[in-house]
């Protein structure tokens, strides 16, 4: 369990090393849209949105391939570097 401040109160996300690659649980803190790609959790429903951002940076840290989001469809492939393009 990954703490996200910034976020909504008590957001989290949730890391599996599996075989596939790994994976990274998320609530609130991205939406994903389809093909329009994925965004952080807009700033009128952040307590933060400069320290969500610095939190989910975390994520980083871990090796993983898919991203499951609460909102929108998962990213089945290369979510990680997706995510590091967001962020850095």
Do not use: N, W
């Amino acid at each position: 369990m990954i703490a996200l401040d910034g976020a909504a109160a008590g957001e989290i996300a949730l890391y599996f090393d599996d075989e596939e690659g790994g994976a990274v649980i998320l609530g609130d803190a991205l939406i994903h849209f389809g093909a329009d790609g994925f965004a952080l959790l807009p700033e009128k429903s952040c307590t933060d949105q400069q320290q969500l951002r610095r939190s989910l940076r975390q994520l980083l840290d871990f090796r993983f391939e898919r991203l499951l989001f609460a909102h929108g469809p998962p990213l089945v492939a290369a979510a990680r570097a997706r995510l590091e393009k967001i962020l850095l």
